[in-house]
């Protein structure tokens, strides 16, 4: 016995063919109504995002209250909650850098006006002695005021979100150096400036912070020490990272307003020695920059302050 099966073959396009002549009319009455059922549930469902757009496209341009839209909808709770947040940073940000600009234009404004009073008193006199005294004062004036803005300029450099790029070199022997610049300074008032540091010490870090770091600690230290005082720069490697103190045995800092001191323009009370209030801030910018942190500690010999940075 022998059986033959058979079975038509039917070619892609008889297929098309035949579902287009027998499906599509189905598919064409159903569609408009399908589309229409998507259509309104779209609309339903953005139309509180819609209602949020609205309200926010009609606040001011310098509005920075909380947006003050109820979410009655659980998934705008969370855009609602983070536009708040982000709004409430700015607003915080925005009145730091008022405040910054208020207090340096009250900072700038004291020398400036000492420079003109001695300007006048120059211009005017006829003694020597005075005029002498009042080149002096003006003096001091210059002096302050160009601290200040450059302070003020390290300040803006510090804040911008651009950075230069890192570089690898002995901070061990670059300390030494900054040291030797400043020891003719320190030997002038017979203070007792010494490094406590491996004979080489080589890292990877932003040259510029770290400049800003040392110098304005170092620059605080040899200010505010006394005649005959001792300033201590210590440097070491740990095991997760690098850690740097400036300790001095000057008068040290009250503890009530250490947690205030890396604030801008804040300066303590009972210091005769005059500053601008930033190199603190400076500091504290500057280590953030770097991915460390900077806290107070004691002192040398039982007396004055000493801050140590860490960076990881």
């Not at 309104?40 to 209250?65: M, Y």
């Not at 009250?106 to 009073?117: L, Q």
């Not at 490697?237 to 001191?261: F, K, N, T």
Request: hydrophobic content about 45%.
């Amino acid at each position: 016995w022998r059986l033959n099966i058979a079975e038509p073959k039917r070619s892609d396009a008889a297929i098309l063919t035949y579902n287009g002549r027998v499906l599509l009319p189905y598919l064409l009455l159903a569609l408009p109504i399908v589309l229409l059922a998507v259509w309104l549930s779209v609309r339903h469902g953005l139309r509180p995002l819609q209602l949020l757009a609205e309200h926010i496209a009609v606040r001011k341009d310098h509005e920075l209250s909380p947006i003050g839209f109820e979410a009655k909808h659980q998934e705008l709770k969370p855009l609602v909650h983070s536009l708040d947040a982000m709004l409430a940073q700015l607003r915080h940000k925005v009145a730091r850098e008022r405040a910054f600009v208020q207090d340096a234009a009250h900072e700038i404004r004291t020398p400036m006006a000492v420079i003109t009073a001695q300007a006048h008193v120059m211009a005017h006199t006829h003694s020597a002695e005075e005029r002498l005294l009042a080149q002096q004062h003006l003096d001091q004036a210059i002096v302050r005021a160009s601290h200040l803005a450059q302070q003020l300029l390290d300040l803006a450099a510090l804040d911008d979100a651009k950075r230069p790029p890192p570089c690898t070199l002995d901070i061990a022997r670059w300390l030494r150096q900054l040291l030797a610049q400043a020891a003719p300074g320190a030997m002038a008032r017979s203070v007792d400036l010494s490094l406590e540091a491996p004979d080489s010490l080589m890292h990877t870090i932003e040259m510029s912070a770290l400049e800003s770091v040392v110098q304005n600690l170092l620059g605080n230290a040899l200010r505010y020490v006394q005649e005959g005082g001792a300033v201590v720069v210590t440097l070491r490697r740990e095991a997760d990272g690098l850690s740097l103190s400036v300790q001095d045995d000057g008068p040290g800092i009250a503890p009530e307003e250490q947690a205030r001191v890396f604030e801008r323009f804040y300066r303590g009370a009972g210091h005769e020695v005059s500053g601008s209030g930033l190199g603190l801030a400076i500091v504290q910018q500057a280590v953030m920059r770097l991915g460390g942190r900077v806290h107070i500690g004691p002192g040398l010999a039982g007396r004055g302050v000493g801050f140590t940075v860490q960076l990881y």
